[in-house]
């Protein structure tokens, strides 16, 4: 496996791939991997010829008072779990590689951003979608991989992919959690001891929320009755707790095929985000 | 040569071509083509493998009250130049084909869309840029063509490039003119016998103010000597004559090292565009 940090040396890489006509399947992280970023990189080995990881904390995607600073970063331990997993090469550049000058051309993420996460993390998804951007367009990806954790930020790369029409395949990887339910996160480690015993209640609320709403397709009881579970059992604030159609993001109506449920809680300084996404039949 | 207008049928074309590692030009068009697009066509014939020009008239890039709807088109003919001048596959799709929904997503073309054209058509280059990014996906060239006429077009999409890293070269291929110095527009079909015989005076006043400014370094005096030029010798209204920075668009200082002069002239209702860029040199 190769580390590189030069787009230069990346796109050696990408454009050997392609003379050899290989396929490409790109894992976009921030690096701090866990088990559901090895599960990315896996998938991909299956499935493509080479696997390239970016490893890249994204600045143009964190707010001024977020943590950017202090987000976890251990490339040495990175380097050795992506090579496990399979990973070909991993990108890693610096800030300065991959936004030498400030652009006058910006991607806006639109109206799916402007709700779950992106309410109350205003130009969160106008960052990603740029990085992504750039990230595709140096990998050159068959395939590039996404973990279902972060629903809204995969509904909103499926529909750039679609409207911008970018030459590749988006595949969504179910969320991996750990043995009592809680959600893989890099943020995991944050918490204290206190709050992590807290933390699996998150999914405890949802799958009541869940299976309240299926039987009796009251949205409003399903999300009281989470909204409950979450404040009698954590000492969490909740930052939205929502039923939407899946994937575009909108008010769920008596055609909505596709059920995103999904929240985000403040548990102490850490937030997390979970979710479930489900048909009428619970699949 | 092939004529398609669905996405399918373009992408089998490039993914055939991929497959023999065949380099691909693109020569992005709205149609109605004059000796412009087919110098465009020939150089990317003479420097790739195989050559797709796009043929559409892309409605984002046009305001309200502008020529959408009367744009000239004239497919068959097009079809015979584009053969003519070597051009391997025409992809001519329908509005629906490339904007089957309406996009939450936006790419904006920000500070350099502002001034020049941008500033009386605002959302113009907006539209511009939204139509070549997919065009370069669906494409997938190793090398784009455009012409210099359009020569903020250019500028902005060559940021675009860069900032996003599209995995492609832009070859800008310098302005073609008639026998009397009119820069050749497929809009000069809307001048009357009289607005014709005006024309040429804009790319007499650009010379005029070139000259006048290398000389003396005067951009003020070079701008007036041009504007006055313009108006005794045309029935014209002056949209803007600006001298920028190339390719920033940016206000010329001592360390300018290369130069836009760009006008834009009402003759009649025919809006017509032309420039110079040249060096301290005079190239």
């Given amino acids: ?48 010829d080479v696997v390239i990881m970016s490893i890249f904390v994204n600045p143009t995607q964190f707010g001024p008072n977020e943590d950017f600073e202090s987000y976890p970063r251990d490339l040495p331990r990175d380097t050795e779990l992506a090579q496990s997993a399979g990973v070909d090469l991993i990108f890693a550049p610096s800030v300065e590689e991959m936004y030498p000058a400030d652009s006058g051309i910006k991607l806006l993420a639109g109206r799916q951003a402007t709700i779950l996460c992106g309410a109350s993390r205003p130009g969160h998804f106008d960052g990603v979608v740029q990085v992504v951007a750039k990230l595709f ?39 991996v ?51 409950k579970h979450i404040a009698e059992n954590t000492a969490g604030r909740l930052d939205y707790l929502q039923l939407l159609s899946y994937p575009d993001l909108a008010t769920i109506t008596a055609r909505t095929e596709k059920f995103l449920l999904a929240t985000a809680v403040y548990i102490g300084n850490t937030r997390l985000i979970d979710n479930l996404i489900f048909s009428l039949e619970g699949e």
């Avoid at 918490?191 to 799958?207: D, F, G, M």
């Fill in 177 to 227: 959690r750990e043995e009592d339910g809680l959600a893989k996160s890099s943020r995991n480690v944050y918490l204290t001891e206190q709050e992590r015993a807290e933390a699996p209640a998150i999914y405890v609320a949802l799958n009541l929320a869940k299976a309240h709403f299926l039987q009796t397709k009251n949205a409003g009881e399903a999300i009281a009755l989470a909204e």
């Fill in 137 to 175: 367009h140096l990998a050159e990806p068959t395939r590039a991989y996404f973990g279902q954790k972060d629903a809204q930020q995969v509904a909103i790369i499926e529909t750039m992919v679609r409207d911008f029409n970018f030459p590749l395949e988006i595949t969504t990887i179910p969320i």
């Fill in 1 to 48: 496996m190769k580390v590189v940090t030069k787009i230069t040396e990346l796109k050696q890489f990408v454009q050997q791939a392609k003379k050899e006509q290989k396929s490409i399947g790109l894992v976009p992280t921030m690096g701090y991997l866990h088990d559901g970023h090895l599960t990315l990189a896996r998938t991909a080995k299956a499935n493509n």
